[in-house]
């Protein structure tokens, strides 16, 4: 079976629901399994606002699980949930999750103004009209969770689970697994988790795992850096990689795959010293030096990291525009890397491996044993970044993370 879902978004401002949708078309949405398809979306809800911790979704919210969504016993119009924006915004994630594309519902709020929630991934289509007992809300919990981003940005995630709506699966286009979701936000004293993914430190992105996330509504019940590998039970072989079928006593789990965002800038530091790549002088010309310099946070210390095929990326400088390039598509030893237009030859096309603790090494095309090397592992300002043997030093291990 294959599918693809669209991309759908809500667009949020410091937890304010601005009225409007976007539809779009993912280019490789999903992948299909025997089991169902996994599914690419996008995240942005920033909380879970909606949810009182005292009493959870019940009906003095306004909501109440044992009845359909569509009816007032289900979702009341105009109190709790329908009465606030971020009550409005953590049901229509609700919605999102529960029901599958073409189904939606309509409610008004304090003032009689109507808003209509989609459906997309439909994990418990049932809810429309009838009741969603536990497994129904542990399935849509962990949808939640998961779209969950503390800095209400969009970011384009892979999802996969048991639900036949969403399937195991894995994406070439999403190849870090960042973590697992899973909990009960339905009950009177919700409960709300995740573990970290194998990845969880690499291809970071605003506002989710790995970050150092501030005001997030799950924890970890494994410690700060609980694993799900080492705590959860896998999936059935052969989606024995794709995720897991139970944490924590919980038998309903969403795992998020991820990559690098597009639309985010990034900085790429090195281990050795702390300094950031860095375009010599915060020229636009072709040909400008790369170095690694103090990060201050200009243009030209920014870079866009997009993928031009499995496993190869350019990276994108703020400032010019440009690409990061080794001089000449040179392979040997001390070759000097520059920014030139992007041309998509193999000298700008770079592999991402992870040496552990959030660094990687970067090989490029051109000559898959190099890699990206601070000259004689300096830690001075302006230190010349080279093309260099793999040999495992500091200097050629570098950290990216969102750019402040």
Not at 12 to 27: H, R, S, T, Y
Not at 87 to 93: A, E
Not at 272 to 284: I, R
Not at 385 to 394: A, D, L, S, Y
Request: some cysteine; overall charge neutral; proline content about 4%.
């Amino acid at each position: 079976m294959r599918s693809r879902f669209g991309l759908w978004g809500l667009f949020l401002a410091g937890g304010v629901l601005i009225a409007g949708c976007d539809m779009q078309k993912a280019d490789d949405a999903s992948v299909g399994t025997s089991e169902g398809a996994a599914s690419a979306t996008e995240n942005g809800l920033n909380s879970i606002n909606g949810l009182n911790s005292i009493n959870g979704f019940n009906s003095i919210n306004g909501f109440n699980s044992i009845n359909g969504l569509n009816s007032s016993a289900g979702l009341a119009d105009g109190v709790g949930m329908m009465s606030s924006a971020s009550g409005r915004s953590t049901m229509s994630y609700i919605v999102r999750c529960a029901l599958p594309a073409g189904r939606s519902i309509t409610k008004k709020d304090q003032y009689g103004v109507s808003y209509t929630f989609a459906g997309q991934i439909g994990v418990a289509p049932q809810w429309e009209t009838g009741t969603c007992g536990t497994d129904c809300q542990e399935l849509v919990s962990a949808c939640v969770l998961a779209h969950v981003n503390t800095s209400g940005q969009h970011i384009s995630l892979y999802l996969d689970g048991d639900s036949p709506a969403m399937g195991w699966g894995q994406s070439t286009n999403f190849p870090y697994q960042e973590g697992s979701f899973f909990g009960n936000i339905f009950q009177s004293s919700p409960k709300a988790y995740f573990c970290n993914g194998k990845d969880f430190d690499l291809g970071v992105v605003p506002g989710r795992l790995g970050v150092g996330q501030n005001g997030a509504p799950y924890t970890n019940p494994f410690g700060a850096n609980g694993y799900c590998r080492d705590r959860c039970v896998a999936a059935d072989y052969p989606a024995n990689n794709d995720g897991f079928k139970s944490c924590n006593g919980y038998n309903h789990v969403v795992t998020v795959w991820r990559n690098f965002d597009p639309a985010t800038d990034y900085k790429v530091c090195a281990r050795h010293s702390g300094k950031c790549l860095d375009v010599q002088g915060g020229t636009t010309a072709d040909g400008a030096q790369l170095i690694q310099y103090t990060y201050h946070g200009g243009a030209n210390q920014k870079w866009r990291i997009l993928q031009v095929s499995p496993g190869k990326y350019i990276f994108k400088n703020v400032n010019s525009g440009k690409v990061l390039d080794i001089n000449g598509g040179w392979t040997g030893n001390g070759a000097q890397l520059i920014q030139w237009p992007s041309n998509g030859s193999p000298n700008q096309q770079w592999a991402f491996t992870p040496t552990g603790d959030g660094f990687y090494k970067f090989s490029p095309g051109s000559n898959p044993s190099g890699s990206l090397d601070v000259v004689q592992a300096s830690t001075a300002d302006g230190a010349i970044v080279q093309q260099w043997t793999w040999w495992g030093g500091n200097q050629q291990q570098w950290a990216i993370s969102p750019a402040n």
